[in-house]
């Protein structure tokens, strides 16, 4: 893999950093900004709904420029954001550089995510986009926990300038690199072509198959740590423990959907989907014992990883006639999940603990059943294809 495709990675690391970091600081930002802790909980929500809303919008108006030369903006704007971030003195400041920074971050992953396959041979398109999501799953293994003890030892405004440096590398590599370029299958369509591509039933059901997992892997992990503490019983010094877990097994089933994404993404989803419903069901069940607890959210994070990343993958192979929207589709459904799991999750507490868990294999079960029934659907259609009469009605 080029080296360049791993200094992107670097880039989303610090970006996946920069949206999970926050859950250990808010209460130093409180603090120091004189709000309260629900207002603190502010600068997430708005991280989110602008990864959401800034993915499709970023991408159209980026759609024409250089993917280079985009890439590099976006990174230093979202370094940048940083750099005010922390030296902010009021806390609107502080909430306008989460909107802008979560723009900036929509905007790189949704160009990155249709430039970086330009860089390796089409059968290796898969892998190419494992590495570039490996930087997420790096960041809840690394990231997350560097930025709660940076903040802990330093303050909060240390992390962010931490993010800031992160950029750096990337950025300079970006500066001498013009190789990145959009895929040459499609002569640049224009917006609205690429926009109808969202009417197109398979690019539909991919989306939201992908939303689904992702926001099952997310209500879980937001709330791990009441889970740990709560359900197992254990000290808080296993939280970050477990969050580790969780990282490891994401990372190493990204690693391994990557290998299969080309060549078998049907079974990856077929078996890794159901393996992950049992999974959510089995550490509902059995959360009160530390030991299986630790074993199901690293295996967890495994399949919820795999599944998910082999989907946003076929969202891009799906939305191949939108060269410049399909990564901002494939972003626009990878946070809808991270918005709408946690919240989900949140309102599941009311029940206990272990309430988004239950949440998770709902949702993963949702995400099965509309699986099975477009599979179905999709059967049905083809027989009456090649049945006589079909081919009458053809003829």
Do not use: K
Request: net charge positive; charged share 10%; proline share 5%.
């Amino acid at each position: 893999m080029p080296t360049v495709l791993y200094l992107l990675a670097l880039a989303v690391f610090a970006m996946g950093t920069s949206e999970f970091m926050l859950a250990g600081l808010l209460p130093d930002i409180a603090a120091t900004l004189d709000v309260s802790l629900g207002a603190a909980g502010l600068l997430t929500s708005a991280f989110a709904a602008g990864m959401v809303l800034g993915a499709p919008v970023t991408a159209a108006l980026a759609r024409r420029w250089p993917p280079r030369a985009t890439l590099l903006a976006f990174l230093l704007a979202f370094a940048a954001t940083h750099v005010v971030g922390a030296l902010a003195t009021t806390f609107p400041v502080l909430l306008a550089t989460r909107v802008l920074a979560a723009l900036a971050n929509a905007g790189f992953l949704a160009v990155a995510l249709t430039t970086v396959t330009t860089l390796v041979a089409p059968g290796r398109h898969g892998r190419a986009l494992a590495v570039l999501l490996s930087g997420t799953t790096l960041a809840t293994v690394a990231g997350v926990p560097g930025g709660a003890v940076v903040g802990t030892l330093l303050g909060w405004r240390a992390t962010f300038w931490t993010v800031a440096l992160l950029c750096v590398p990337t950025a300079i590599a970006l500066l001498g690199r013009d190789r990145l370029r959009r895929p040459a299958a499609t002569a640049a369509p224009g917006l609205r072509d690429e926009l109808s591509r969202l009417a197109r039933p398979r690019l539909a059901v991919v989306m939201l198959l992908g939303a689904l997992v992702n926001a099952a892997t997310f209500a879980t992990f937001t709330y791990l740590g009441p889970i740990v503490t709560g359900a197992a019983g254990l000290a808080g010094l296993w939280v970050a423990v477990t969050l580790v877990l969780f990282g490891l097994g994401s990372f190493a089933g990204v690693t391994v959907a990557g290998r299969l994404a080309d060549r078998r993404p049907g079974l990856v989803v077929g078996v890794g989907g159901p393996l992950a419903l049992l999974g959510w069901v089995a550490l509902a069940l059995l959360a009160g014992e530390p030991a299986a607890l630790l074993v199901l959210v690293f295996t967890q994070g495994a399949l919820s990883f795999a599944v998910g990343a082999t989907l946003i993958a076929r969202v891009l192979h799906e939305a191949a006639g939108a060269p410049t929207m399909g990564g901002a589709y494939a972003t626009s459904a990878l946070n809808l999940g991270a918005v709408g799991g946690p919240l989900l999750a949140g309102a599941a507490l009311g029940g206990g603990v272990l309430g988004p868990a239950w949440v998770s294999a709902g949702l993963v079960a949702a995400a099965l059943a509309v699986a099975l029934v477009v599979g179905l659907v999709v059967a049905a259609v083809s027989r009456g294809r090649q049945s006589p009469a079909g081919r009458r009605g053809h003829a």
